[in-house]
């Protein structure tokens, strides 16, 4: 076999896997290495999920004054009001008249009464219940209860009522008023949890979802984030060696199979609403123009998986720890020739034998 198709055939399986090795180290280790604000839903859904949130580093805690803010002016340090303006001088003497005064000490006494009357009711309601003794059913009820009985129902067990109270509550937005620090992994976890609820439209109208309900809620959208990076991470270290190339190049696919279905295809074939421009071909979104930028992610996403897939058939080739360690593969000797072979001798041609000459 000439060299130029050695190279062909060995060449095309270590650049892939270098491209795919530097695409997921590079997108796997910036999960774990940066951070992102998020306010109001955003932050409830993932405090709700378990994820620990802090304050944006460099914000301030209370909020700074304003230049529209005026300072309080001070109070003046006497509030006398002038002899002059007392409104006291200007009460008609008619008015101030014994029976006037006998009047309103009625009503302030009646006033008193009905306040005393309203802390008994108050005391004797907030007051714990008596356990009543235990009786004899056949007993007389008009016995009166005598000395011992007294004894036993002061001795009774009492009981007493708390108010219920929640723990760990969901939180809602209006809990985050403020910007929230959070891992940049859990990003993933935001948009697994949000094609899982996603919630309502501006007109109330509900938005079918592309996930399991499981995703909504609990650890799963949290685990399967992290599972996600760490997956990205580890497969971009195996391929970089070539060690358990396949199995690595099946994360990384199923990793952008995932990313292309929950950021493009899921979207625009099930959440569509009405009024908004219809997906092209019924699954793949609609920006206006089939040129449109938008795409790039898109195209980036499907590059990722072809190239994940084509390595997963190619293998590691023979640059690598799998050629090192599991030898070469049955198919080698067909592709590449056996260099320890000898040489093998032309087959022998009668005088009859008019058949091509298979040597040139």
Known sequence: MRFRDQVALTLPALVLRLVLALVFLWAGIGKFATSMPVSGDDAARLANLGVTLSPV???????????????????????????????????????NTPEDQQKMQDILDEAKRRAEEAKKKAAELTEPPAV??????????????????????????????????????????????EPMEVRSVYSIALLLSKCAEPGLTADSQAIPPILPSAFAGGTLARSMAIAAAVTEIGAGILLLLGF??????????????????????????????????????GFLPNHGSLFAYEYTTLMFQLACAAMSIAVFFLGSGPIGFDRL????????????GDPKAPASAPPKRDSFDRSPNPTP
């Open 57 to 95: 580093s460099g914000t301030p805690m209370t909020p700074e004054a304003t230049e529209d803010e005026q300072p309080l002016k001070e109070l003046p340090q006497s509030l006398d009001v002038p002899s002059g303006n007392d409104q006291t001088d200007e009460i008609d003497p008619e008015l």
């Open 132 to 177: 009543l003794p235990a009786t004899d059913p056949a007993a007389d009820p008009t016995d009166e209860p005598t000395e011992e009985t007294n004894e036993q129902a002061g001795a009774g067990e009492t009981f007493r009522f708390l108010p219920a109270q929640y723990e760990n509550p969901k939180k809602t937005a209006s809990d985050f008023p």
């Open 325 to 336: 360690i599991f030898g070469a593969s049955r198919r080698d000797k067909y592709l590449h």
């Open 244 to 281: 358990l190339t396949r199995f690595s190049a099946l994360g990384t696919f199923t990793v952008m199979l995932v990313a292309i279905w929950t950021t493009q295809i899921g979207p625009a074939a099930m959440q569509t609403m009405p009024g908004a421009p219809s997906p092209i071909l």
